[in-house]
């Protein structure tokens, strides 16, 4: 019988949107300024917490694109132009 390998936790890239969307439904709970003080605190920790995360995953998806751009000279790839909308 083969054992059993432990599941690797999903990278930060692969969780960006399941913690950008807890993070609009705590602003949104907040927002409503039905929470005490302590869960205020508490929530806006979280909150921090899942910026954190979501920053840390669109750099590394930004350091993947640069890698697929150009494997020899990553720092080369220049930045998407924002739209003018």
């Not at 399941?18 to 949104?28: A, I």
């Not at 907040?30 to 909150?47: I, Q, T």
């Not at 720092?75 to 739209?83: H, K, L, N, T, V």
Request: aromatic share 4%; proline share 8%; charged share 25%.
């Amino acid at each position: 019988m083969a054992a059993k390998t432990p599941a690797q936790p999903p990278s930060p890239v692969a969780q960006f949107e399941s913690s950008l969307d807890e993070l609009e439904l705590l602003v949104q709970k907040m927002e409503k300024g039905d929470m005490s003080l302590d869960e205020s605190l508490a929530a806006y920790e979280r909150g921090v917490n899942l910026y954190r995360q979501c920053q840390g995953a669109l750099e590394q998806a930004e350091l993947r694109v640069k890698l697929l751009s150009d494997p020899a000279d990553p720092d080369s790839a220049q930045p998407f132009a924002a739209d003018g909308g």
